[in-house]
């Protein structure tokens, strides 16, 4: 039984030196989002498009864990299944400090994925258009996240989390992109409380029983502990 559902974001990894998407000087200020974000723009240009992800899983492999996600890890032992740790991230930062268990409803920058039959193995380093599929042979090699108009993963899981949930947790995430900034909504709506960790005030704020502000590295500790 879930008692309490973690939703993160960016903010999450930024202390650990992964850019975020909509703040100041954030990734999408530097790449358009039509391009590098979106079905149409891998169908458009895939060069540009893999350059995009093998840069981000470099910084991925180069960065480490903060205390944010060391506290969460420490949380998942202590709670096991009654916490469900979802992330829309798509690093594995939580994965190497420890977490047994991410909810990756974006994806991950570490794995491909086929976009004709669906098999999805371990990221290469480097992606490039026309690598082959080693299940089927297409060259439909893309990287296995979740780019706008397509449909976030495990979604009937966090759904069955979210109804069940006593306590419903947002950290680091500006509640813009949808479904993920509804889930509050929805936690809220079966009776969770709800409560977000952000270094600012995400759109949603007002709307969350609570909100702590500061850096992540310091309040999800403080939070946990
Ligand atoms: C710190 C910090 C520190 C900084 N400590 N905090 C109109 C209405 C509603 C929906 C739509 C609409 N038009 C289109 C849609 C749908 C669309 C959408 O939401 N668009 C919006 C732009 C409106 N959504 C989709 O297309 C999704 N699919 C979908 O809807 O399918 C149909 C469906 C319908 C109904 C139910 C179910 C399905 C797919 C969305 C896919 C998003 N993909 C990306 C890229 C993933 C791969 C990659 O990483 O490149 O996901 S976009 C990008 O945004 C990424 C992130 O996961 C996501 C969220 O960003 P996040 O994490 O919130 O980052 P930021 O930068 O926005 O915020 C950072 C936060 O951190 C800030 O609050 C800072 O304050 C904070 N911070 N430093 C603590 N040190």
Redesign the pocket.
Known sequence: MTRIVVL?????S??SGL?????AG???ARYP?ED??TPQGFARDPALVHD??NA?RENCIAAAPNA?HAALARLAHVLGPELLLV????DDLLERAGAPEVVH???E?MRALCGACEHRWDAPRAMHPGDPCPACGAAATR?D????????YH?DRIAAALAECALFVS????????????FFAEAAGHGARTLE??????ENSGRFDEARL????R??PDWVD
């Open positions: 993160s974001g960016a903010g999450l930024a202390e850019g975020t998407f909509r703040d954030g990734l999408w989002l590098v974000a995009f992800y981000r944010a992330t829309q991230n798509i409803m974006h994806g920058v990287p996240v979740v780019w706008f108009g397509e449909y976030p979604l950290i680091g995430t500006s509640g813009s992109v949808y479904p993920a900034a509804g960790l952000n270094l600012d005030p995400s500061g850096p992540a590295a309040i999800v």
